[in-house]
């Protein structure tokens, strides 16, 4: 993992370096890339040292813990190769493939039980960096668990790194007006998670979906351990309704979830081969 982590940090400041022109707080960036990369340094040196349980499992955990500032940080670093927003190739690409935009024709079905229902599924999204670890760390799954944090992980550096190929704003601010019913609403769990994308969603990070890849390695490298069926089936099933839900919430395109999935089976590849490599 430390690898994979340290592989990331150094492509995220190569790239926030050669586009410190367009990147905002690249300075800041390139500091807290090599900030981060000491940690994960000093925590392997230490765990050498000193091989507590408790050092496994800072060393385990950490990168999901670090995930969402990272997630942060892929906002203004997507800007490095292009300077702006390219939500408008995104658009042409749909209306040459669909002829439409779907995110428009999704808002012919909504109603607010639906759209409370989509909404607490994207909310889940979170859950998968809780739920499963706790499973494998009380069941002392280890080699489990690092399976898995490795594939989330991943995931989602490759997302972040793809935000740099195609940065976009998403359907959710590029057809604003367009859209009917113009705002969607629900009970509880729409507003909180509204307010929430848009406090800390920030601008760029919509392709490929992150939330659609990370959910789908993690969900299919579950699948490949000793875990209960009933709770793989619920797992794949939670997880192909969070991929509807990210274009019926407006938070992505369709070519955004669909890069999501090709991205998890991407993510899943590089795990076996990494995981091969450690094994001989």
């Not at 690249?26 to 340094?41: D, E, P, Q, S």
């Amino acid at each position: 993992m430390e690898t994979v982590t340290l592989g990331y940090l150094a492509l995220a400041a190569t790239a926030v370096l050669l586009g410190r022109e367009a990147v905002p707080h690249a300075a800041w960036l390139t500091g807290a890339y090599a900030a981060l990369a000491a940690f994960v340094l000093a925590c392997a040196a230490a765990h050498r040292h000193w091989a507590s349980p408790a050092l496994a499992n800072v060393r385990a955990l950490y990168p999901l813990a670090c995930a969402p500032l990272l997630f942060s940080a892929s906002g203004p670093q997507s800007l490095a190769l292009h300077g702006r927003l390219l939500d408008d190739t995104m658009l042409a690409w749909e209306r040459h493939l669909f002829g439409a935009h779907p995110n428009l024709l999704l808002g012919d079905l909504a109603s607010r039980p639906l759209t409370e229902a989509l909404s607490l599924s994207y909310s889940s999204y979170y859950l998968y960096f809780v739920l499963p670890p706790a499973y494998f760390l009380a069941k002392a799954m280890h080699q489990a668990l690092q399976r898995y944090v490795l594939a989330l992980c991943l995931a989602l550096y490759l997302c972040f790194l793809g935000f740099i190929l195609l940065p976009l704003a998403g359907p959710i601010a590029s057809l604003a007006p367009a859209f009917t019913p113009h705002q969607l609403h629900g009970y509880l769990a729409q507003p909180l998670q509204a307010q929430l994308m848009a406090s800390a969603d920030p601008p760029g990070t919509c392709f490929p979906s992150s939330h659609v890849a990370g959910a789908w390695a993690a969900a299919l490298s579950a699948r490949a351990t000793p875990v209960p069926p009933p709770a793989k089936r619920l797992l794949i099933a939670a997880t192909a309704l969070l991929t509807v839900s990210v274009v019926y919430c407006r938070y992505h395109y369709v070519l955004d979830a669909a890069a999501g999935m090709a991205t998890a089976g991407l993510a899943l590849v590089l795990v076996r081969l990494l995981m091969l490599r450690d094994s001989s």
